[in-house]
């Protein structure tokens, strides 16, 4: 009996020192991030019985055990998919904050009642040269926001592309981590290569790649007693399984020249949807600055139709020598073919433009100008070209890129008319503008080299006489500001309601993914401070822990030491 006490009070000692080293591995741990606290799983050994009698054997340490709760981790995991999502999403909106952030001011919307109310100046005035140069300032103001804005956003959405790319990298690192960390687990937990025990540890730090790997994209997993993990994408993509990682890669570029997201090994779409910071920089660049930069190519372009519609069929106080448009044709399709270069070439539809020819004295020749007729889905620009060398005066021709140019012949000049046929407008000739979006909008090269070629009146229909006071042009494009236009297959809306409705869109965007991210951030506190309190480690409890273990360990000592003196006192009787 004796021998028993002392194999009872020697596996004391053991189990006792192995608690110590959780406790001591407890703390030790307590600042690591993800760490999930231990716990000693003690037993009574199996009693041995003796007789009519069950006599106790002792204790063990029958394992160690992390210390967490399954729902908070996944609760975790998910928010921290919507945390990443919503604050890379506010992230990339504040950094466009500056295109948007005068709009009401300084900015684009300012820029543009600048424009019409130049030109309300000179149509009280439309001899003054001062208002001419006003206009072309204030239109280069106007053209310069556009191009600054749209230069600004595009930036953004290439930044953000090459942001996923980055962030594909990390993801398939962290998969080829949790991939690795699963073989180790299973190893060691399946006791393969004498590697036995539960692997506490390496789940903790597969469980924190786990949820990293949530930060960029969705995941769901499921895992298993022996240490085995699937990982699947909420859409069910499979990317990792057991110790096998499947890659990310980026698709084939789809609209606006981005590309999406693909399975390396298949080629599958990988649909992110609203989640992980992979997903808010897809929806930044696609959905959020995509929409802002197709709102104002949008006012950019109904903006240059609108003015040239009018500007093109209108003339300044003098007829002129020479127009070249600003856009070129293919020749081989009638005018109003959606193939053609120019976007509007949808605007193109029958009617016809006049042409006014005068001689050197300025006397019309003849009264009423020449009609070139335009039939929709015929007409092509030989044909316009062909129309205009059967009128005395002048010369049309197409340059090399089939860019039309009409020339007067010596000693005479020219003006045009009465365009209902939206030929004029739509390939840039005697334009204001030149471009059709955003980006390329600027003002045409007759005006950047003479202000006094920006038009204010139109030609007299019956007589062909041009008078420099008319301010008839002027006015109406002045009252295009509250009109409501479409050209762009876009829903009709005047241009000021155009530039309000896309500094209000971007307002809501940031005030939802501000207000979704508070609401992320405040629910991972939450998580966070609920798994701290579960799977934390309280260095006061340990510290408690680590004394009851420690009187034990003693007290064993102490059996030890009186089971040793009961011995000698046996011994020393034999002698």
């Known amino acids: 009996m004796i021998f028993d006490t002392l194999n009872i009070a020697a596996s004391s000692l053991r189990t006792q020192q192995k608690a110590i080293d959780v406790v001591s591995h407890n703390i030790a741990n307590a600042n690591t991030a993800g760490y999930s606290k231990q716990a000693s799983n003690i037993s009574a050994l199996t009693p041995e019985r003796i007789g009519n009698l069950s006599f ?55 820029a543009l009642d600048n424009f019409f109310l130049s030109w309300q100046q000179l149509a009280n005035n439309p001899q003054d040269s001062a208002q001419q140069f006003n206009v072309r300032a204030k239109s280069e103001s106007v053209v310069s926001s556009l191009n600054s804005m749209s230069q600004q956003l595009v930036s953004t959405q290439t930044s953000a592309d090459s942001q996923i790319s980055s962030q594909i990298d990390q993801a398939n690192q962290l998969l080829d981590t949790i ?16 590697m036995a025990g539960s692997a506490n540890d390496l789940r903790d730090q597969r469980d924190v790649a786990v949820r990293s790997l949530a930060n960029l994209l969705p995941v769901q997993q499921i895992s298993d007693q022996n240490g ?11 990317l990792a399984q057991d110790g096998i990682s499947r890659h ?8 606006g020249g981005f590309s999406g997201i693909v399975m390396a090994q298949t080629g599958a779409t990988v649909n992110v949807g609203q989640n992980g910071s992979i997903g808010g920089l897809i929806e930044l660049r696609d959905n959020k600055l995509g929409a802002y930069v197709q709102q104002i190519d949008s006012l950019a372009a109904n903006l240059a139709f609108s003015v040239n ?49 005068y001689d050197a004295a300025g006397t019309p020749a003849p009264a009423g100008g020449t009609a070139i007729n335009i039939t929709a889905g015929v007409t092509t620009m030989t044909d316009v070209v062909n129309s205009l060398n059967l009128v005395a005066g002048v010369t049309a021709s197409l340059d090399t890129s089939n860019r ?41 090269t007759a005006i950047q080299t003479d202000p006094a070629s920006i038009h204010t009146g139109r030609v007299d229909p019956l007589t062909s006489l041009i008078s420099s006071a008319d301010n008839s042009a002027a006015t109406a494009i002045m009252q295009l500001q509250n009109q409501a236009v479409a050209f762009d297959g876009t829903v009709s809306s005047s241009l000021h309601a155009r530039t309000t409705t896309v500094s209000t869109q971007y307002g809501n965007d940031v005030a939802i993914s501000l207000q979704q991210q508070q609401y992320s951030t405040a629910e991972a506190d939450s998580l966070n401070n609920q798994r701290q309190a579960i799977s934390g480690v309280n260095t006061d409890e340990e510290l408690v822990a680590m004394i009851k273990f420690q009187r034990a360990y003693e007290a064993s000592a102490k059996v ?7 011995m000698d006192s046996l011994l020393g009787l034999i002698r």
Request: net charge negative.
């Open 56 to 110: 106790g054997r002792g204790v063990d340490l029958t394992s160690v055990s992390r210390t967490i709760d399954p729902i908070v981790d996944k609760a975790l995991t998910n928010n921290g998919s919507q945390l990443n999502y919503w604050t890379t999403l506010n992230n990339g909106l504040y950094s466009v904050e500056n295109v948007f952030g005068s709009l009401q001011s300084t900015g684009l919307a300012s």
């Open 179 to 194: 991939a690795s960390l699963t073989t180790l687990i299973s190893k060691q937990e399946n006791g393969q290569k004498g």
């Open 228 to 238: 085995g993990l699937l990982l699947q994408t909420t859409s069910g993509d499979l």
């Open 248 to 255: 990310l890669a980026r698709g084939t570029a789809v609209g």
């Open 309 to 357: 519609q009018i500007h093109a069929s209108a003339t300044a106080g003098t007829a002129a020598t020479t127009m070249t448009s600003g856009q070129p044709s293919n020749t081989a399709l009638s005018l109003d073919n959606v193939g053609q270069a120019t976007i509007f070439a949808g605007q193109v539809q029958t009617g016809s433009f006049t042409i006014h020819t």
């Open 404 to 444: 039309l140019t009409v020339t007067a012949t010596a000693g005479t000049s020219f003006a045009l008319s009465d365009d209902t046929s939206n030929v004029l407008a739509a390939y840039e000739i005697n334009s204001f503008f030149t471009g059709s979006s955003s980006g390329t909008l600027s003002l045409s």
């Open 560 to 566: 030890i030491s009186t089971t040793n003196t009961m």
